[in-house]
């Protein structure tokens, strides 16, 4: 069963911490993907790669970073918290070629105070 | 660039009542489509998806969606709802992007089952 797991369910941070979420994938896809979720405004991207070392922007990228150094590993790096980044965020991953359905994990609940 | 709208953010249902989930998106390109559903404290799975033939595709859990090009929808139809199917439900669009695929969510729609 394909499965994408990710390192924290809860977390809670202090404002101007360095945050890492770690995110695992055991499909050998070539894509994974992050994503913030927040109520009424759905899912908005904020970085994905589409290869080991490779990562793109998306569409809320700043104050975080990323980092892929092995093809099933995707981490997400807040250098310094700050209490609008107060978010369920979630991970996905998805293979190449054609249209292809991403796989979420179960998503890490981050509360900066 | 390619949008998606739900307008419905809370759509309340009876049990076995039909419902329907409304999805409008717009992309200049051709696109594929697909709905997520979201149960609570999980993450997104994928419902169904919408590529090439047949604009009628199907869940294997009763769902189903019409793709219709002239109006740009898709909705997300039931005729029976099931308590269990109480979840948050995401419309998604993906188009091909400078050489990789973007999928766009929509904002969401939470289904409420009433008993």
């Known amino acids: 069963d394909v499965k994408v797991t990710q390192s924290s369910r809860y977390l809670v941070k202090r404002t101007g911490e360095k945050v890492f979420l770690e995110c695992v994938q055991d499909?050998?896809?070539?894509?994974m993907f992050w994503y913030r979720q927040d109520p009424g405004l759905g899912l908005r991207l904020i970085y994905f790669?589409?290869?080991?070392?490779?990562?793109e922007k998306g569409d809320i990228p700043e104050g975080y970073s990323v980092s892929r150094e092995k093809k099933e590993r995707f981490s997400l790096i807040l250098e310094s918290a700050s209490t609008n980044q107060t978010s369920m965020y979630l991970c996905?991953?998805?293979?190449?070629?054609?249209?292809?359905?991403?796989?979420f994990g179960p998503g890490t609940r981050l509360t900066v105070t | 660039a390619q949008s998606v709208t739900q307008l419905d953010s809370q759509v309340p249902v009876f049990e076995e009542a039909p419902v329907e989930l409304r999805c409008n998106y717009s992309?200049?390109?051709?696109?594929?489509l697909f709905w997520y559903v979201q149960y609570p404290n999980q993450g997104l799975q994928l419902l169904l998806k919408?590529?090439?033939?047949?604009?009628l595709v199907e869940s294997i859990n009763g769902f189903e969606a019409e793709f219709n090009k002239s109006q740009t929808s898709f909705h997300l139809r039931k005729p029976s709802v099931h308590i269990s199917d109480t979840a948050e439900y995401f419309c998604?669009?993906?188009?091909?992007?400078?050489?990789?695929?973007?999928?766009?969510f929509g904002t969401g729609t939470k289904l409420q089952v009433i008993p």
């Open positions: 996905a991953s998805g293979g190449s070629g054609g249209a292809y359905e991403q796989y």
């Open positions: 499909m050998d896809h070539e894509n």
């Open positions: 790669s589409y290869d080991v070392k490779m990562k």
């Open positions: 992309s200049s390109v051709s696109v594929y």
């Open positions: 919408y590529l090439s033939g047949s604009t």
């Open positions: 998604a669009v993906s188009d091909r992007s400078g050489g990789y695929q973007k999928v766009t």
